[in-house]
């Protein structure tokens, strides 16, 4: 099974390489009227839902192989996503509604003389991609190590990274906290010098979206593949028995914990560029739970599906509360119920077992021990 | 039965009043009716003149007098309505309505063309209102009177000081004399002429009152006080005043910590047995307190107004049975197939609440719906310099009761032991013969029930909307991983704990780092008890 789950890992990669070239060449270089025109909006819609898809593996990488549930990933997305609005913002400059050139509009509004600490440097770019990666990765590795040294695991995990993200959230939403309160960050206007406006930089960042998430699944594939990735299956089957035979279970747990993280951050960076606003609503707990089911839907320790079921919900989500606004969380609803209890392999699991043989399990066992630990 | 004994307090206090009042009626009849005529008489035709010295000593007249006619001719005036005739020696006032009413006898006067307006000016004015305080301070009615004293504490008018201490020495009902003291010491504070030992009598009767008003008048005392013992007086009563609100204030505090703790402890209770049970988390648990919030309006908006008072009495069933309802539904139909799968259930329940809050909106939109206190439960009353609000009172009340009643079920009945022998140790409890689906669904019920209450007391301190229970679960979550779910005690501890850090970090730090500090307590406390506060103990514990 291991071998036709990478040979459709290979398929997907080829598939995102080709998206990566075609769609920018069929947005750019076909006239608007063309058929085969894909307008701006729409590779901005598909650029979205490859970040998504980024933050699915990422979410992937620690549930669906180390039986990790975070509801923390959305606040990692969403704190790559602030490190990159703040590099934005002030590039913004002079040209924002105060024309100040040091301080971005909100801080003029709110009557600040002196930038905050926390944005200094923040208009070059390196350092700014620094933070994208710093600022998840070093958050997920304190609180990692202080979640799994006391071998907090299961619901309890859950439910800890949960409140992390509802406190962010609340924290995010004071305009005392610097970092635009209740609006966030929005009115940018240029990315390296290139306008956000222009259907070129919407291709480029749509095409940038793509490499990484070949990139994510190249990694995390990488990571799985490996012998570590090998213990880390074996920590989520069964987290006792690897202790007993020695392995230091916190630290498998923590660097995947970390480098997904990481990855969900870098996810959040190339998302806000896209949408053109990174507010509080981004940390709401839902959010990360609503990054579970995408992973559910697709198939849990399976990578492709874990990015495939990110961009049909999304796609779903689009078109439903377009279409049926007043349905899509009945919708939504549903999908968590029916996913869980009759799809526990999700999509690609239904995929993968061969036809008439009755799955062995219902589920991969995870962190369910009978009499473990006294 | 509380309601009952009221009432009937309330009639009896009534039937008291009403017959005191008919006594006082006749007296005044009989003995003093024929001896004032001749002095208001007196009275009133200073006003004919309608000179200013004149109509300030009429009004000073009537202030002391206090005939019962007074207060309408002193409002008349103060509107430009009372009317002389000074040819027919008759004076009058023209009411809100237009009629012309004789100012003795009260009877209306048909010919209104001779009359012409008394005038006033503004030391006049000042004049009248002096002369109304000194009335109410006069009024029958003592709540009136107290009422007037506090008036007169608030505005420091020197002028009612001559009615006041003519008041002082008559006064009978101590609360109202008090009262009365309290202005008296008021207006002498802020009185430049008052005499040194007049300012230590009043810094006395001030610091007895301690509380802020108290405080900023004694405070002004130091300010202006040249007599070295006013002064050292009043400091030391500043100091007295300032630790005794001190304290208030961290009572204060703990008051509303102790009522933040009893709403978290009812949301959270029903989360830590069925937690305890299954150990699985039902993230639909928030929206089992929002039907339960919303039983509690449907029962009001139906409930005919006659029985409006009782709606919680029938709100509280209702709430439980409904949310009792919806749980069992979500068990049988969800939870049960995913029991092997803890992290899955919790996707799926939160489905369920996603698709709960949607019904709900649907059904009754998305907009705050209110739910009103029913009358024992709306207002506050003061314990020394503590504000105490009813509805939160008995919201603790019902907390504890809940508590108590759980620990009964728990401890004293065979549904309890054997659910306390599922929590301990399922399989085992099972080998023993008993039905643990029996005993899940049962939980599951109960705890949903108790969350439907924890609506209804929601539902009257805070807006009943589809969002009400997203803001209770996570903290309710917190509750139960600090507590622990061995053991209801846990949970309680873990309320009060949360819910009292919280209340004193927030006027320190503010709301949410408050909230933050906690959550990072909580995460250091794991570290050392990962299992919260009262853990189980024993083999199956991890299972």
């Known amino acids: ?374 | 039965m509380p309601a009952n004994s009221r009432l009937l307090r309330d009639f009896r206090h009534d039937a008291l009043t009403f017959a005191l009042s008919v006594l006082a009626l006749l007296a005044s009849l009989l003995i003093s009716g024929a001896a004032r005529a001749d002095a208001l008489d007196d009275t009133l035709v200073r006003f004919l003149d309608d000179k200013f010295p004149q109509t300030e000593k009429a009004i000073g007249e009537l202030a002391a007098e206090a005939p019962p006619q007074a207060a309408a001719i002193l409002e008349a005036l103060g509107d430009n309505r009372l009317l002389i005739d000074p040819a027919d020696h008759i004076v009058a006032y023209k009411t809100a309505t237009g009629t012309i009413l004789n100012a003795k006898t009260g009877e209306a006067i048909a010919n209104a063309a001779a009359f012409k307006k008394v005038r006033v000016n503004n030391a006049l004015r000042r004049a009248i209102e002096g002369a109304t305080g000194s009335l109410t301070l006069a009024n029958p009615d003592p709540e009136k009177r107290l009422a007037a004293a506090e008036d007169v504490f608030r505005t420091r008018d020197a002028n009612a000081l001559p009615a006041l201490e003519a008041q002082i020495a008559k006064e009978s009902d101590p609360r109202v004399a008090d009262a009365f003291r309290l202005a008296r010491a008021a207006i002498l504070a802020t009185s430049d002429s008052a005499t040194a030992q007049d300012r230590l009598a009043a810094i006395d009767t001030l610091k007895a009152r301690g509380d802020q008003d108290a405080q900023s008048l004694i405070d002004r005392i130091a300010q202006k006080a040249t007599d070295p013992a006013v002064k050292s007086a009043a400091d030391s009563a500043l100091s007295s005043i300032h630790t005794r609100l001190m304290m208030w204030g961290a009572a204060q505090d703990l008051w509303y910590g102790l009522s933040a703790s009893s709403v978290l402890l009812l949301a959270a209770i029903g989360l830590a047995i069925t937690f305890g049970v299954m150990g699985v988390i039902n993230m639909a648990h928030g929206e089992m307190v929002m039907l339960g919030a919303y039983a509690t309006y449907v029962v009001q908006l139906l409930l005919p107004p006659s029985l409006q008072n009782w709606s919680l009495a029938f709100a509280i069933p209702l709430a439980f049975l409904v949310a009792a309802i919806v749980g069992v539904a979500i068990e049988r139909l969800i939870i049960r197939y995913l029991y092997t799968r803890p992290l899955e259930t919790l996707l799926a329940t939160w489905g369920v609440s996603l698709i709960l809050q949607q019904t709900v909106r649907s059904l009754f939109g998305a907009n705050n719906r209110l739910v009103s206190n029913p009358p024992f439960m709306s207002g506050a009353f003061h314990v020394g310099g503590l504000e105490i609000t009813t509805n939160r009172m008995w919201i603790i009340v019902l907390a504890i009761v809940v508590f108590v009643g759980l620990q009964l079920v728990l401890r004293a009945t065979p549904f309890g032991l054997q659910m306390r022998a599922v929590t301990q140790n399922r399989r085992m409890a099972a080998a023993m013969g008993i039905s643990t689906a029996r005993i899940d669904m049962l939980a599951f019920a109960l705890g949903s029930g108790v969350a439907g209450i924890a609506g209804v007391a929601l539902s009257q301190i805070d807006n009943v909307s589809p969002n009400l229970g997203q803001g209770y679960i996570i903290d309710s979550f917190m509750v139960v991983v600090f507590g622990g779910v061995g053991n209801l005690w846990g949970t309680a501890l873990g309320a009060l704990t949360l819910g009292i850090a919280n209340k004193i970090l927030e006027p320190v730090i503010g709301a949410v780092q408050g909230q933050i500090v906690l959550l990072i307590v909580i995460i250091l406390f794991i570290q050392k008890r990962p299992r919260g506060l009262f853990a189980l103990k024993g083999r199956a514990v991890e299972a």
């Open chain 1, 1 to 374: 099974m291991n071998a036709q789950l990478d040979r459709i890992g290979l398929i997907f990669v080829a598939l995102l390489a080709l998206a990566a070239i075609t769609v920018p060449v069929l947005s750019l270089a076909t006239p608007a009227d063309s058929a085969f025109n894909i307008p701006p909006y729409l590779v901005q819609l598909l650029g979205k839902y490859l970040c998504y898809a980024i933050l699915a593996v990422a979410l992937d990488l620690v549930w669906g192989y180390c039986g990790i549930l975070s509801l923390g990933h959305g606040a990692f997305f969403a704190l790559g996503g602030y490190a990159m609005g703040m590099y934005l913002m002030r590039q913004i400059g002079t040209r924002g509604v105060y024309a100040n050139p040091i301080l971005p509009d909100f801080m003029v509004f709110l009557n600040w003389k002196e930038l905050p600490v926390a944005w200094w440097g923040f208009n070059w770019f390196p350092y700014a991609l620094l933070m994208v990666v710093l600022v998840p990765g070093v958050l997920a590795l304190a609180f990692g190590w202080f979640a799994f040294r006391s071998r907090v695991t299961g619901v309890y995990l859950s439910i800890i990274t949960q409140a992390m993200t509802f406190a962010l959230f609340k924290e995010f939403f004071r305009n005392d906290f610097g970092f635009g309160g209740n609006n966030g960050l929005t009115d940018f206007k240029d990315l390296l010098g290139f306008s956000l406006q222009s259907a070129s930089t919407k291709a480029a960042l749509f095409s940038a979206s793509a490499i990484a998430l070949i990139l994510a699944y190249a990694v995390t594939r990488a990571i799985i593949g490996s012998k570590y990735g090998k213990a880390l299956t074996a920590v989520r089957d069964a987290e006792s028995r690897m202790r007993f035979v020695g392995y230091r279970v916190e630290n498998y747990k923590l660097f995947a914990f970390v480098v997904s993280a990481v990855m969900a951050g870098i996810a959040g960076a190339l998302y806000v560029p896209q949408v053109g606003i990174i507010n509080p609503s981004e940390f709401a707990p839902g959010n990360s739970i609503e990054a579970a089911i995408w992973v559910a839907v697709g198939g849990r320790a399976t990578l492709v599906g874990a990015a495939v079921g990110a961009i049909a919900v999304n796609f779903a989500k689009t078109y439903f509360t377009g279409a049926f606004p007043e349905y899509w969380l009945y919708g939504l609803g549903l999908l968590f119920v029916l996913v869980t209890l009759f799809l526990p392999r999700g999509l690609l699991g239904l995929l993968l077992r061969p036809p008439g043989e009755k799955p062995r399990v219902e589920a991969p066992p995870i962190a369910v021990e009978e009499g473990a630990d006294p």
